[in-house]
């Protein structure tokens, strides 16, 4: 999935609540199957949109589209997360439906203030044609900031942009006294907790 | 058929916290024992600094029982319970003291004799209206050697504040005597903790550094803790927290007297006609076993020990196992504080940079605990610990409040997360939280575990004791951090806790048993070779976490079970 997770252990990614029975998550994972994405192109068109919205490119760094966030979700809702699909791809051609009420085209080819005028009614609640649009934003939003300030090993916080965005000096094994300053932040560490680095063990 | 194994003195059902201690003393006392566990060992490789891993998907863990058998809770005994999301609690052995947060308080005396102490101060009107508060059938005093042989055993450090009387403000003055210092000195202040540190003193009030089950230096083979920031709901990668994985539960095999069944999951426990309990009942690998024991100590923590007595009916038990007073699930309560609604959260016009280090690595102050304080005219009796801490994990740090100074998405979000993620943090609130009648545990009548039993279901209900006592607390927690210079402070209204890793009673300890399932020393009322481990024993909560008491206790039941073996084996 990202490059330096060719060395991860087989930790399981996959949901364990789902499991009916005593399974050791090591078997799960012995079953894990290569990533897949489960969204079709045109909900994934709808969500890259969104997420754009959510977190946009501006001076202060890449968005949350470019971090991979979109990505991420995509990645989650055919794995950890895929109990959840049916209600996000609900959703999303529900944001699409509402936009061509409103604006008489698909979300995606909004402009950019078109855009934040439909997902302001969703998040206020007045959007109409959803289950509950201001859960459905909520749920979004909350896997947005997921995607962009996860490690990079589930697909998003492309380049550790997202740790960047927050100052987070990233993941270390040890922590010295002045790593805990509060006056100065440590230098960033741009690493996977997947990665080589981290194979530590005993 | 179950396959019948070869009898043991002694089966241990759940190897965490709890039934982890108590392993040792009756393994060094030569007792034979069976430690029949739902999880397996897990392999401190797989702990890693992966927030999505540990905190927001909750899966460490080495078998999914807890999440499979979630309980359900409503808040009153008319409404219908549901599920309410996820529960954090363990399944491994070791137990929840994997991916604990470690902070090993001593309850204060005061919490041993609540009643009596309120009723002498205050007089018989200030115990809470529908509240079933009994003092504890035993005294701090009785229990102190068992909390130093725990600090000691398992590795605690900290910085006493009353040895024998005599008061170091360098800890906590409040906290009952104590026969010496911690085997460790506490985890490393910060420049952040010390300014809270300062602000503190400055308000006439004295914090410390609260004492956890964590090395800050080399202590029996294990190194010091490097502070490295996934130390909440993550395992510890070197070792340094402790864990009954690799503390008591290594030193009680290696007598040899202990022999563990991993991934074992107990059903029931089995009773005679006579109704004394002749062993227990458990799946492994799709097998169903017996093992016969002469003694049975059962330490699932709270939900599940209520849940085996009630789903262990026989013929001498149509109620369940030591049920026959109705008293099973009953006295059950959850710490109220940050655990509930309590939340107290504040935002700096500075980096606080509390990204790295652990929950357990914080300032507190126990001037609001218990009864620390007058409580006249208050309207409520007992208080709040105050503490404030480190460790904030980026997704976490990212979805922080905006305190009303910008939109939740969009541009300006982005930059008010980029100045304030390193800027804010939330304390943590703990606030003695009593027994009532209205709040209990039973089994579901609709919702079914994988195995087609009830899971336990959770009856709560408002309390106005508990809702003040937080209130009054979140208040103090404001006044400190604006000491400190917080220039915005939230605090949410406060609520229970629906399901908690602080959950007390079910089958409380007492000498009434009418009243309680457990006596004195742990062991059923009712069913005499049957002993109960955890939280769910304890009749009060203090203003602190449980665990340190929880493996006092368990150490003092299990070695009461040695000197009392003939009486008690039968
Ligand atoms: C994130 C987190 C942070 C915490 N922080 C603190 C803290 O800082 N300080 C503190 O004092 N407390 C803390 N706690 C609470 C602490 O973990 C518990 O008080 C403690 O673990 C309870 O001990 P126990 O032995 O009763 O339960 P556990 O430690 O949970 O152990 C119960 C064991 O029983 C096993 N089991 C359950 N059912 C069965 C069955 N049917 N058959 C066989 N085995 C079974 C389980 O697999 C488990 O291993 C925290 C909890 C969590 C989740």
Redesign the pocket.
Known sequence: MQPDDQDAPQLSRRTVLASATLVPVAALTAAAQAPSTALSTTERQILDAFVDRLVPADELGPGALACGAANYIDLALADALAGEKATLAEGLAAVDAFARTQHGMPFPQLTPDQKDAVLTEIDEGRATGFTNPRAFFARVRRLTLEGMFSDPYYGGNKNFAGWDLIRYPGPRLAVAPEEQKMSALPKPLHQSAYGSKFNHGH | MAISLKPVDVAV????????IAVLPLAQAGLKIAG????GWMDARTFRPDEIHNNVRGLVTSVP??KSEVPTVRDSPSAVARRVGNH??????????I??????WRLKPWDFRTRSETVKRYGAGAIPAGSTLEDWPLTYDELERYYDQVEYEIGVSGKAGNIQGRIDPAGNIFEGPRQREYPMPPLRATEFTDRMAQAAHELGWHPFRPPAAINTQPYQGRPGCAYHGFC??GGCHIGAKNSTAITTIPAALKTKNLTIFDR????RIAAGDDGRVTGVN?LREGKEYFQPARVVLL????Y?NSR?LLLSKSKAWPNGLSNNHGQVGKHYFAHWGTQGGGAVVALFPFDINVFYGL??QGTAVDDFGDDSFDHTGLGFIGGTTLHVHTELHPIEAAAMNTFGRAPGWGARWKAFVRQNAARWTAAYLQTSTFPYETTFLDLDPQVRDPLADPVCRVTTSPRENERRSVEYAQNKMEQWFRAAGAIEVIKAPPTGPALS??AYGGTRMGDNPETNVADRWGFSHEAPNLGI???SVMGTSGAR????T?QALAWRTAEHLVKSWKTIAG
Not at chain 2, 13 to 20: D, R, S
Not at chain 2, 264 to 267: E, F, H, L, W
Not at chain 2, 545 to 548: A, D, E, G, R
């Open positions: 059902i759940g190897l965490g916290a709890a039934g982890g029949i566990e739902a999880g029982k807890t954090p609690m363990m399944n491994a052995i070791g137990g929840t003291s991916h604990y947060w470690a902070q090993s909440g709901t074992a999951q107990v059903t458990y330490a699932s923590y709270t599940e085996l929950p357990a890793t602080h481990l955890g939280a976490n449980p665990t340190l929880v």
